[in-house]
């Protein structure tokens, strides 16, 4: 079993609908992280909870929600997203803020 | 200046050959110091740390160069399956000037050729 998995793998929405990532790690990580990587940009770093509770939201924009039940689990809530939300998006966890990270294999979004 | 830097690339070197990226990097506390290969559609994977003395792992040898704050990537007798993204990534400094996450550049794409 992979250390990360992320579902759906793959993901088309309309503007108006609600959806939701879903990671789960079995490295018994204590930190788990959103990524958004888009064409032609770095990785950016969108939210970070340590110990399921959140430490840092990168300006991310409300229409992206985050929930973290406990360590292991973390959830993208998507609603009303626009075109350029289009992306594929990492979830990764580590052992403390500075561990190797470990990615799932992504949640490539398309959002018509 | 940007965080992290990379050229993009693509480099196309042909298979066998020795192949070495930079990445500059603009905080001067940074401590810690990665290299993560990405193959396409997939995701990133830690290839090696950095260190101050500078590694090697087979073919790979990494270099770390504070005064200049740059670290590189060396690869010789390339393979077909080194073809991918090479990104540099760079621990963050926060506040209190602790290490607080990590940095990724865009990446360099490499190319082997037959």
């Known amino acids: 079993e992979t250390g990360v998995t992320q579902t759906p793998r793959h993901l088309v929405m309309g503007m108006t609908n609600k959806k939701s990532l879903k990671c789960e790690q079995h490295?018994?990580?204590?930190?788990m992280y959103w990524y958004k990587q888009s064409a032609k940009k770095p990785l950016e770093l969108m939210f970070v909870?340590?110990?399921?509770?959140?430490?840092e939201n990168n300006s991310v924009p409300s229409r992206f929600s985050p929930e973290c039940p406990n360590s292991s689990h973390l959830f993208l809530h998507l609603h009303t997203l626009q075109p350029e939300d289009s992306a594929l998006y990492l979830c990764?966890?580590?052992?403390?803020?500075?561990?190797?990270?470990?990615f799932g294999e992504g949640s490539r979004l398309t959002v018509l | 200046r940007k965080e992290v830097e990379q050229d993009p690339g693509p480099f196309n070197v042909p298979e066998g050959a020795t192949v070495a990226f930079n990445c500059t990097y603009s905080?001067?506390?940074?401590?810690?110091f990665f290299w993560y290969r990405q193959d396409c559609r997939k995701e990133p994977k830690l290839l090696m740390s950095?260190?101050?003395s500078g590694n090697e792992d087979g073919r790979f040898t990494a270099q770390l160069n504070r005064a200049s704050q740059y670290i590189s990537l060396l690869i010789r007798d390339s393979k077909l399956s080194d073809s991918a993204t090479y990104l540099c990534?760079?621990?963050?400094?926060?506040?209190?000037?602790?290490?607080?996450?990590?940095?990724f550049g865009k990446g360099t794409h490499l190319i082997i050729q037959p």
């Open positions: 490295l018994g990580h204590n930190a």
């Open positions: 909870y340590n110990f399921k509770e959140q430490t």
């Open positions: 990764a966890s580590s052992q403390g803020r500075t561990g190797e990270l470990f």
């Open positions: 950095v260190y101050s």
């Open positions: 990534v760079v621990n963050r400094v926060g506040p209190g000037g602790g290490a607080d996450g990590l940095t």
């Open positions: 905080n001067s506390a940074s401590q810690s």
